[in-house]
């Protein structure tokens, strides 16, 4: 099973920033053993508001495998990711550099992850393909919560 490296996250969480250079990473297996399979990932810092808070710190781990793009979500900073109940698809906003708004379906996974597969992650990646400063914009709702994630981020 592919997993990152716990010591790579923790370096990536405490080192964030919101001016953005991907950097190229390495996935490991059971034994941390590196595989030979990579990826480029990109930490930003961003806020979230829910029923508890309001525009609280949150770190997002932007990770491209080359077929996937995945948002890892940590609220307030820590090494724990967002967790919901349930698993559902959402409508992210995506302000572009020349102010273009951008709308695109993203899958939340229960386990703190926006992912984009298949048709998405081509529309997500012709999206960022712009140099500039992007505000991305996703209100999370199930039947029992709400919650919204606003990264501001430069490319």
């Known amino acids: 099973m592919k997993r990152v490296n716990f010591l790579t996250v923790l370096v990536l969480i405490l080192s964030m920033n919101c ?3 991907w950097t190229n990473g390495e996935y490991v297996d ?3 053993e590196k595989t030979g399979e990579t990826y480029k990932y990109l930490s930003v810092t961003g ?6 808070t309001t525009d609280s710190d949150c770190a997002y781990i932007l990770k491209d495998d080359g077929e996937t793009l995945t948002i890892g979500v940590y609220p307030y900073n820590r090494n724990n990711k967002e967790s919901w109940i349930e698993s559902v ?4 906003k995506i302000k572009t550099p020349s102010g273009k708004i951008v709308e695109i379906e993203t899958f939340c996974y229960k386990k703190g992850s926006l992912y984009y597969s298949k048709e998405n992650y081509k529309k997500i990646k012709e999206v960022l393909s712009e140099k500039g400063k992007y505000i991305y914009i996703l209100n999370y709702s199930n039947k029992y ?11």
């Open 145 to 155: 919560s709400e919650a919204k994630y606003e990264i501001r981020f430069t490319l």
């Open 89 to 92: 698809y959402q409508t992210a």
């Open 19 to 21: 001016f953005g250079q």
């Open 30 to 32: 059971d034994f941390g």
């Open 47 to 52: 806020t979230f508001s829910n029923a508890a």
